[in-house]
Nanobody, 119 residues
Framework: QVQLVESGGGLVQAGGSLRLSCAGS?????????MGWYRQAPGKQRELVAS??????????NYADSVKGRFTISRDNIKNTMYLQMNNLKPEDTGVYYC?????????WGQGTQVTVSS
């Protein structure tokens, strides 16, 4: 059974940093999966924050305009883990952050981790 488990969320002041991790387990073929971080703020729809392609597509990255230059997505295919380094956090970055993996026509989601940025 595939599982994605996020960690690293918490409460931080504006301007601070957090690093989220997403550990994958089970038969997920992690290295070829397209991975991503989504977030959902209260009362808003879930939105894509950043994504990273699998090894067959060179690990290319994509970012929402609102986080470009502040967030960095990366992955370690040996450890089956994806990361999101978040710097210069803003109150509008507050929300539940979800890990996503898409592989072989299947979609997988983590349970989410809360990020709260105080002003």
């Amino acid at each position: 059974q595939v599982q994605l488990v996020e960690s690293g969320g918490g409460l931080v002041q504006a301007g601070g940093s957090l690093r989220l991790s997403c550990a994958g387990s089970g038969s997920i073929f992690f290295s070829i999966a397209t991975m991503g971080w989504y977030r959902q703020a209260p009362g808003k729809q879930r939105e894509l924050v950043a994504s990273i392609s699998g090894i067959t597509r060179g690990g290319s990255t994509n970012y929402a305009d609102s986080v470009k230059g502040r967030f960095t997505i990366s992955r370690d295919n040996i450890k089956n883990t994806m990361y999101l380094q978040m710097n210069n956090l803003k109150p509008e970055d507050t929300g539940v952050y979800y890990c996503y993996a898409g592989v072989l026509s299947n979609d997988y989601w983590g349970q989410g981790t809360q990020v709260t940025v105080s002003s």
